[in-house]
Structures are given as structure tokens and as C-alpha cells.
């Protein structure tokens, strides 16, 4: 796909965060979405193409009255919006669409309308890992990170300084869910939840949604808001099954997708100025800079012990707070995107200074797929 | 009431001949015919090569502590807590997910590469599953 032919013109969130008691899952959709068509000063009707994750794209048209030409409905987890992303530009520069909305919302918290997850006993995972006691992400995705600590010499008080960094970033965010300061110690004391990771080390569980809209770089001009051009994408799967990566030191959807859009965005680590690595749980951010080539696994977690990604460093880090401390509604991916556009906007409460390129990179399922973003403010 | 059960496998025809296996005490994988790749989970062709001509062997029981955590809370239905989630390498190479018996479910008897064999747990009549415990010498 060619650089810079296509930005995001509307971008939103819900208009609450957290816990939303008061809104099904459908209409946190409705509500992301008017809001963002609402930044992007558009009318429904002028929407065509549509995209959206768990939810299906039927579902969410008709809702709010939308008649696409052109739909997606890739659903691999918490990454799939950054999927939606890269799909949304191929089709908006291949002409199947004009103008594309993408959609996530999640009740999370409150269940609100929301299908329970599970897993079919005669799926693969259903007799292969649920019989051995895993029940929910925080059993399944730390599975990997005994053996990624071992290879690399990672220790628990540089995993826990992931959690502390990241509520620096949320305190200085209004909408932050957790906003008071944290000590490595106060994560190492916190309440175990499934060794080696602590309650503070897992990620929030909250409900509230979020929006985009995309259309071609040459009609976003005459949008209300700065665009923010989609510089480079990639994207992956590996497996539904954690215990069936390749290996538990890298994660291969993560070493196929981060790449790719590095190499699409013709830009090099010490370009990226802003970065988001989705971060359901402390060790994503470690896996992330390792496999997307900012540093060898071995230095990440000194790097961020040494407060290189806290508010100040020279690599500014989900500066959101992330879905450590910002808010989780189970699929995260679509709020890092949001981080990444009010970056590149200049817009964001802990707006990194005159950066031009930021990098979002998304995770589904237990490592399962993997969607990268780089986007820029500058065409 | 009866206690909440855990989770039980049920079998697909490909997966069959593996949970037969389980139940007559033997641990079954697959090596393709071609090229000798061997893999789990079951399936009737080899995801390395795509040959259909695969067959299947008893494996040697025997393997390694690749990762685990130790689930407190959640923890899922008939399981006590804290217990070990592991995922054990198998000496033919594959790797998959299990339960550590005969072992504290503690970091300091967990030892990553501490050597496993293979045992089995009847569930009940029909299914068993593989667990492992440290090997003996």
C-alpha cells in the first residue's frame, strides 16, 4: 500500500468511560460512533463503507441507519481495529468506498447486552487448554513471560516498573480510570493474580467504545480536524492457542506485523516519536519493543526501569496510561488508536511535543494476531 | 449440589485417536510421513508440509518445563487455587498445555527445564487427560 493516501478525518471515543451502567454494548457503538462523525463534522449518510469487530457489521448499521457499499468484519481480537485500519485504506484507495467508519465498543463491566465468551468443549482449545485450568486472559496470556524472563534475564521489579510508567502517563490524563501514583513496590505487594503477575500488572476491566473515520488524503483537507495520514500498516495471526506459539520469546504475529509497517512507512526506530504497544498485561510492551526492533529483548526491561517511555524520555510510551490504567473494555485496541490520532493531532492531555510519527501497535487474543499502524501528521 | 466440574475435552474424529491413546495410558502424536515433521494437535495432514500421509506413534512421555503461571483468581471450575498452568516441550518437540502432579505449586519447586514425564488422570470413563510430573532420576 502506498504512504500517506488516506487519513483519518473523525475520531472518538464514548462519551463516558469506565463504568457505563445506563448503555448496552450496541448503543456504546451508536454513541462512539456519533461522536466521532460528529469531530469529523459528516452526516450518517455520507458514510459508505463500515467496519467493526464482534459485533457484526449488520448489527451496527442498522442501528444507526448506515447502508455501506463496502463492510468489514475481521474480528481477531483486541488488534482488530488496527486491522479495520489497514483494510479501510486498501479499499478507500482501491475506489470500494469513499468514506469509512470503524467502530468498538465494549461492556466490559457492566455486561450490558454483551455475549459471554467461551470456549466450545471440542474446539482445539476447548480440549487441549481449558481442561487445565485456564479460565479468562490473566491464566492464559502471562503463560510466556517465566520463559521470556529466564532467556533474557528480565527480572519482576522491571515488569513491575511497567505498571508504574504507565500511571506517571495516566495521571496526566482526565479520563484516566487510575490516576494515583504507584511504587514498583506497590505493584510487587499488590494481590496475586496468576504468578508471576500481579493485580497491578493486569489490565483494567471497563466498559466504552470508541470511533473512526477514514477518507482519502485528498479529500481530508477540507475536514474540520488536522488529518492524520496512515503511513504504514501490517498485520498477522498466529494461533488461538497460547501454548502453540512458536516459541515464547517473541511473538511471531507481532515479528510479521511490526515490521511490515515499518517497511511500508519507509521510516526507521529513531524516526517514531509517539508509541503505542497494546498492553492487556505488563510484559506486552517488553515483547513489543523487542519484536518490533526498537532494541534487543535483553535491554527492554531496563529500558523502561530506567524511565526512558515515562512522560520526559526520549521514547514517550502509551501515554494514555494505556489499558493498565487508562481503561480496558476487553478489546484496548481501539483506544490506543485514539491515543495515537490525538498525538498526531496535538490534542492529547500528555501531548508528546512536535511529534510527527507515531507508531500503534495492537495485539488479539493470547498473542493469537497483531495489527501495526504508523501514522503521521505530515503528508 | 454437585460440585462444579471441570472442563471436559470433547473429541472431533481428527482428535479421537489422541483420547484414545490417553485412556489405554499412552500419549499420541503425529509425524508426517514426507518429512518427518511431528506436531500437535491432532490433525489428518502436516501443517509443515500439507502431506496427507502422516501417521501416528506413541511419544516417549518424556519432556521439559517450558513456562507456566500459577493461577490464583479466577480459578476456573474444579480447580483449587493456586495451581500450575504449564506448557510442557515434549522431547519429540512439540509442546502443549498440562497440569504438574506430584509437586508443590510453588516458583521455588517449579523450576523451568526441571525434566517431566508424562501420567495420566482419568476424568472419567471415557476421557483422560495428560498430566506430568518431575521425572524420577
Redesign the interface.
Given at each position: 500500500m502506498r504512504s500517506n493516501q488516506v487519513a483519518v478525518v473523525g475520531a472518538a471515543e464514548t462519551t463516558e468511560l469506565g463504568v457505563i451502567p445506563n448503555a448496552s454494548q450496541l448503543q456504546l457503538h451508536a454513541d462512539a460512533a456519533l461522536n466521532a462523525i460528529a469531530d469529523a463534522g459528516l452526516k450518517l449518510s455520507d458514510i459508505d463503507g463500515f467496519a467493526t469487530a464482534v459485533e457484526t457489521p449488520q448489527q451496527v448499521c442498522h442501528y444507526l441507519g448506515i447502508k455501506p457499499t463496502w463492510v468489514d468484519g475481521t474480528s481477531v481480537g483486541g488488534c482488530s481495529f488496527m486491522l479495520h485500519v489497514r483494510h479501510a485504506a486498501a479499499a478507500i484507495e482501491a475506489g470500494l468506498c469513499k468514506t469509512v467508519l470503524i467502530t468498538h465498543a465494549e461492556s466490559g463491566k457492566s455486561m450490558i447486552g454483551k455475549a459471554p465468551r467461551s470456549?466450545?468443549?471440542?474446539s482445539?482449545q476447548?480440549?487441549?487448554?481449558?481442561?487445565?485450568?485456564?479460565?479468562?486472559p490473566?491464566?492464559?496470556f502471562?503463560?510466556?513471560?517465566?520463559?521470556f524472563m529466564?532467556t533474557y534475564g528480565i527480572t519482576h521489579e522491571q515488569l513491575a516498573s511497567v505498571a508504574v510508567v504507565q500511571r506517571e502517563w495516566a495521571a496526566k490524563n482526565p479520563r484516566a480510570m487510575m490516576k494515583d501514583p504507584i511504587t514498583v513496590a506497590d505493584v510487587l505487594n499488590s494481590?496475586?493474580?496468576?504468578?508471576?503477575?500481579r493485580l497491578l500488572q493486569c489490565c483494567l476491566v471497563t466498559d466504552g467504545g470508541g470511533a473512526l473515520i477514514l477518507t482519502s488524503a485528498d479529500r481530508a483537507k477540507d475536514f474540520p480536524r488536522k488529518p492524520v495520514y496512515i503511513m504504514g500498516t501490517g498485520e498477522s495471526v498466529e494461533t488461538p492457542?497460547?501454548?502453540?506459539m512458536e516459541t515464547?520469546n517473541s511473538s511471531r504475529a507481532f515479528t510479521t506485523a511490526g515490521p511490515l509497517a515499518f517497511r511500508e512507512a519507509g521510516i526507521a526506530h529513531k524516526d517514531v516519536d509517539h508509541l503505542m504497544i497494546y498492553d492487556a498485561f505488563a510484559h506486552l510492551p517488553l515483547f513489543g519493543l523487542g519484536d518490533l526492533g526498537f532494541m534487543p529483548h535483553e535491554e527492554t526491561g531496563q529500558f523502561i526501569a530506567d524511565g526512558n517511555t515515562r512522560p520526559g524520555g526520549k521514547l514517550p510510551l502509551n501515554t494514555n496510561g494505556g489499558g493498565l490504567s487508562y481503561m480496558h473494555s476487553g478489546m484496548y485496541g481501539m483506544y490506543a488508536l485514539q491515543e495515537s490520532v490525538r498525538q498526531m493531532r496535538g490534542i492529547a492531555p500528555a501531548q508528546v511535543p512536535n511529534a510527527k510519527i507515531s507508531v500503534c501497535h495492537g495485539v488479539g487474543g493470547m498473542f493469537a494476531a497483531s495489527g501495526t499502524i504508523v501514522f503521521t501528521n505530515e503528508r | 449440589m454437585a460440585e462444579p466440574q471441570?472442563?471436559?475435552?470433547?473429541?472431533?474424529p481428527e482428535?479421537q485417536h489422541f483420547?484414545d491413546g490417553t485412556k489405554a495410558g499412552e500419549l499420541h502424536l503425529q509425524r508426517c510421513d514426507a518429512c518427518a515433521h511431528v506436531y500437535?494437535?491432532p490433525r489428518p495432514f502436516c501443517p509443515s508440509c500439507a502431506s496427507r500421509k502422516v501417521s501416528i506413534f506413541k511419544a516417549s512421555g518424556k519432556g521439559f518445563l517450558?513456562?507456566?503461571?500459577?493461577?490464583?483468581?479466577?480459578?476456573?471450575?474444579?480447580?483449587t487455587p493456586?495451581?500450575a498452568?504449564?506448557?510442557v516441550e515434549l522431547a519429540e518437540g512439540p509442546?502443549?498445555?498440562?497440569?504438574i502432579i506430584d509437586c508443590p505449586q510453588t516458583?521455588e519447586a517449579l523450576e523451568?527445564d526441571m525434566k517431566l514425564e508424562v501420567a495420566f488422570e482419568a476424568?472419567d470413563d471415557k476421557i483422560t487427560?495428560p498430566v506430568f510430573r518431575p521425572a524420577k532420576g
Amino acid at each position: 500500500m502506498r504512504s500517506n493516501q488516506v487519513a483519518v478525518v473523525g475520531a472518538a471515543e464514548t462519551t463516558e468511560l469506565g463504568v457505563i451502567p445506563n448503555a448496552s454494548q450496541l448503543q456504546l457503538h451508536a454513541d462512539a460512533a456519533l461522536n466521532a462523525i460528529a469531530d469529523a463534522g459528516l452526516k450518517l449518510s455520507d458514510i459508505d463503507g463500515f467496519a467493526t469487530a464482534v459485533e457484526t457489521p449488520q448489527q451496527v448499521c442498522h442501528y444507526l441507519g448506515i447502508k455501506p457499499t463496502w463492510v468489514d468484519g475481521t474480528s481477531v481480537g483486541g488488534c482488530s481495529f488496527m486491522l479495520h485500519v489497514r483494510h479501510a485504506a486498501a479499499a478507500i484507495e482501491a475506489g470500494l468506498c469513499k468514506t469509512v467508519l470503524i467502530t468498538h465498543a465494549e461492556s466490559g463491566k457492566s455486561m450490558i447486552g454483551k455475549a459471554p465468551r467461551s470456549i466450545p468443549a471440542d474446539s482445539l482449545q476447548g480440549q487441549f487448554e481449558a481442561p487445565f485450568g485456564v479460565y479468562g486472559p490473566p491464566s492464559m496470556f502471562p503463560i510466556p513471560v517465566l520463559r521470556f524472563m529466564k532467556t533474557y534475564g528480565i527480572t519482576h521489579e522491571q515488569l513491575a516498573s511497567v505498571a508504574v510508567v504507565q500511571r506517571e502517563w495516566a495521571a496526566k490524563n482526565p479520563r484516566a480510570m487510575m490516576k494515583d501514583p504507584i511504587t514498583v513496590a506497590d505493584v510487587l505487594n499488590s494481590r496475586m493474580i496468576a504468578y508471576p503477575f500481579r493485580l497491578l500488572q493486569c489490565c483494567l476491566v471497563t466498559d466504552g467504545g470508541g470511533a473512526l473515520i477514514l477518507t482519502s488524503a485528498d479529500r481530508a483537507k477540507d475536514f474540520p480536524r488536522k488529518p492524520v495520514y496512515i503511513m504504514g500498516t501490517g498485520e498477522s495471526v498466529e494461533t488461538p492457542m497460547v501454548s502453540q506459539m512458536e516459541t515464547f520469546n517473541s511473538s511471531r504475529a507481532f515479528t510479521t506485523a511490526g515490521p511490515l509497517a515499518f517497511r511500508e512507512a519507509g521510516i526507521a526506530h529513531k524516526d517514531v516519536d509517539h508509541l503505542m504497544i497494546y498492553d492487556a498485561f505488563a510484559h506486552l510492551p517488553l515483547f513489543g519493543l523487542g519484536d518490533l526492533g526498537f532494541m534487543p529483548h535483553e535491554e527492554t526491561g531496563q529500558f523502561i526501569a530506567d524511565g526512558n517511555t515515562r512522560p520526559g524520555g526520549k521514547l514517550p510510551l502509551n501515554t494514555n496510561g494505556g489499558g493498565l490504567s487508562y481503561m480496558h473494555s476487553g478489546m484496548y485496541g481501539m483506544y490506543a488508536l485514539q491515543e495515537s490520532v490525538r498525538q498526531m493531532r496535538g490534542i492529547a492531555p500528555a501531548q508528546v511535543p512536535n511529534a510527527k510519527i507515531s507508531v500503534c501497535h495492537g495485539v488479539g487474543g493470547m498473542f493469537a494476531a497483531s495489527g501495526t499502524i504508523v501514522f503521521t501528521n505530515e503528508r | 449440589m454437585a460440585e462444579p466440574q471441570r472442563a471436559r475435552p470433547k473429541p472431533t474424529p481428527e482428535t479421537q485417536h489422541f483420547w484414545d491413546g490417553t485412556k489405554a495410558g499412552e500419549l499420541h502424536l503425529q509425524r508426517c510421513d514426507a518429512c518427518a515433521h511431528v506436531y500437535f494437535p491432532p490433525r489428518p495432514f502436516c501443517p509443515s508440509c500439507a502431506s496427507r500421509k502422516v501417521s501416528i506413534f506413541k511419544a516417549s512421555g518424556k519432556g521439559f518445563l517450558y513456562s507456566y503461571v500459577i493461577n490464583h483468581r479466577p480459578a476456573a471450575p474444579g480447580f483449587t487455587p493456586p495451581y500450575a498452568i504449564a506448557v510442557v516441550e515434549l522431547a519429540e518437540g512439540p509442546r502443549m498445555m498440562s497440569n504438574i502432579i506430584d509437586c508443590p505449586q510453588t516458583p521455588e519447586a517449579l523450576e523451568l527445564d526441571m525434566k517431566l514425564e508424562v501420567a495420566f488422570e482419568a476424568l472419567d470413563d471415557k476421557i483422560t487427560l495428560p498430566v506430568f510430573r518431575p521425572a524420577k532420576g
